[in-house]
């Protein structure tokens, strides 16, 4: 080729800069772009956006916005926003604490008994189902989560003659996200796994907001094209804020230049106690977001030394250090808690269940409920028994690293085969056509029929909600319960379903287990070496009339084995007490 020809093709074929830059300083974006009355997504993946919620409370405290939040879940960095007035009502499928153990959250049960703001509750997956049908521009959404519960009768849904359920497209008016990266223009880079992936930001009537550890330039983002999530053309503002995530962690995986941080657990730890306080409360709004003025001068006050450790907590391997620390005080080989009996019981259920009926799949739900799955994976590891764990954040075939039993922990991350989202995990890995999977699942309550309650105590309490419970419940193959037993646990009949108990196949509590007959709960197994006074003591703490099986299997303790094992797994005893 000539020269003049090669130039001639260079000229009117080079790649053009695209677009205007949309770089803002946090203040500014919040302030053009959130408005009085709106329904504002706060969008999670693996990462939320903690900079730009707490920038809504120094925009709108004091003015009463009356804002309508949607999150998948309403959790400790959210629940600041709701304590300060901002919200109206809230659309979630989550509202409580999750670290260090999940659980109610003080300022969402205060808004709830108020009654000054409206819940409405979804499953996680049909919360992030809505939204993919409001991108879509659909008005309906087909699931087959929600039925039997009270969420159908609650909210806006069809049945249709076959039990699927029809759902209301959800379409907010401005969506936020924080992510690792983005160029100027608003070409957004993500890191899996992608949690509700990013429906909310390419629903929204208006667009996205997005915070990002680092502002590329478009060269980095053609040659990461694989892992942009959000085009320019759904955001409103790009704001560079590192750290943006935090006291969420980053892991952005495949993207050379972002800085890796883990989960601050201790400031959550710090926000969900001061949620038990109104006053508390207010105390931390105004030493960690008012007082402060900017996202930079939290990261400045936050201290070098804390983002070292939070670095350090990114590393896979690092949970070496942090196990020899924390096992000084664990007593490996002390006897088990009745806590720790349970989690036995319910591992060796589910490995007897998946030993027969040849299940792919295990999703390990909350707290015990996810010490059961980890410790029947590894045992049927030992058997060469194929099973993949599934965490419903997007992990799919991890195997749970030593050391920290937090659900979603980023160190499992690189030990996954699959690394997706909701929608892949809870819609088509426990729940496709072809699924064949079983849930492990905890409840705050269980009635004899299986059913069980996450959700709210009508006129009493709110609870936390369903979170994915509902989802494996409903469409799993099957599902095991693990819970504490109390008459206040184990009722006639639970005062909200949050999930039906067709599929519970069986139910594991602090004091025994129980199996299902003519569709009814029934005493089959019990702990300790007393079964009579066992038995006893069960009938007790039930509070429905307790049939005991013909033949009462007295459980064997759980071995050296199981119990360092589980020790090993959550050495400060966060969930196994």
Not at 209 to 222: A, C, E, G, H
Not at 415 to 422: F, G, N, S
Not at 450 to 462: A, F, M, V
Request: glycine share 10%; net charge neutral.
């Amino acid at each position: 080729m000539n020269s003049e020809l090669r130039g001639w093709i260079d000229r009117h074929f080079t790649v053009p800069r695209g677009g205007r830059s949309k770089v803002m300083a946090l203040a500014d974006a919040v302030a053009d772009n959130v408005r009085p009355g709106d329904a504002v997504h706060l969008g999670v993946t693996h990462s939320r956006g903690s900079a730009a919620f707490w920038e809504l409370i120094r925009r709108f405290r004091g003015t009463d916005p009356r804002l309508t939040l949607l999150a998948v879940q309403m959790t400790s960095p959210e629940a600041p926003l709701v304590h300060t007035g901002l919200a109206t009502k809230i659309v979630t499928s989550w509202s409580g604490d999750s670290y260090m153990s999940p659980g109610p959250n003080g300022v969402y049960q205060r808004a709830w008994m108020s009654g000054g703001i409206e819940f409405e509750h979804w499953s996680i997956l049909t919360f992030v189902q809505r939204l993919a049908a409001g991108a879509r521009g659909h008005p309906w959404a087909l699931t087959s989560s929600t039925a039997g519960s009270s969420m159908e009768k609650d909210n806006d849904v069809q049945v249709m003659e076959d039990g699927t359920v029809m759902i209301p497209a959800l379409v907010p008016d401005v969506s936020i996200f924080h992510a690792p990266a983005a160029d100027e223009q608003g070409n957004v880079l993500f890191s899996p796994p992608l949690m509700e992936n990013v429906w909310g930001a390419l629903a929204a009537r208006r667009g996205c907001i997005v915070t990002v550890d680092k502002i590329v330039d478009q060269s980095y983002v053609r040659a990461h094209a694989h892992m942009t999530r959000i085009p320019a053309s759904a955001v409103r503002a790009v704001v560079e804020a590192p750290f943006g995530a935090h006291p969420g962690g980053l892991l952005p995986t495949g993207l050379e230049g972002i800085t890796a941080y883990g989960e601050d657990y201790e400031f959550w730890a710090d926000i969900k106690k001061a949620s038990r306080d109104p006053s508390a409360m207010d105390t931390w709004i105004r030493k960690w977001v008012l007082e402060l003025g900017t996202h930079e001068a939290y990261v400045k006050k936050l201290g070098h030394e804390r983002f070292t450790r939070l670095r350090r907590r990114a590393d896979p391997q690092g949970f070496y250090a942090e196990l020899e620390e924390s096992l000084v005080t664990t007593g490996i080989d002390a006897p088990a808690n009745a806590v720790e009996w349970a989690v036995v019981a319910a591992a060796r259920e589910l490995r007897a269940r998946i030993r027969a009926n040849g299940y792919t799949a295990m999703l390990a739900g909350a707290g015990v409920a996810n010490l059961a799955a980890w410790l029947a994976a590894y045992g049927l590891a030992e058997e060469q028994i194929p099973i993949d764990l599934v965490a419903e954040m997007g992990l799919v075939g991890y195997w749970p690293r030593p050391g920290e039993p937090i659900l979603f922990n980023q160190r499992n991350f690189p030990t996954c085969t699959m690394l997706t989202d909701i929608e892949t995990t809870l819609g088509i890995v426990m729940g496709g056509g072809r699924a064949r999977a079983i849930g492990a699942l905890g409840a705050a309550q269980v009635d004899k029929q299986g059913n069980i309650n996450s959700t709210q105590i009508p006129g009493e309490t709110l609870l936390m909600g369903s979170g994915g419970a509902n989802d494996v419940v409903t469409c799993a193959t099957e599902s095991i319960v693990v819970a504490a037993q109390s008459k206040g646990r184990f009722v006639e009949q639970v005062p909200y379903i949050t999930g039906p108990g067709d599929r519970v196949g069986a139910v594991v509590s602090t004091l025994g287990v129980f199996h299902k007959k003519d569709g009814e709960l029934i005493l089959t197994g019990v702990f300790g070496d007393d079964p009579i006074r066992a038995a006893r003591e069960c009938i007790a703490r039930c509070g429905w009339k307790l049939q005991v099986a013909r033949t009462l299997q007295v459980i064997e303790a759980p071995s050296r084995e199981e119990i360092r094992m589980l020790r090993i797994m959550d050495p400060r005893g966060w969930f196994r007490g």
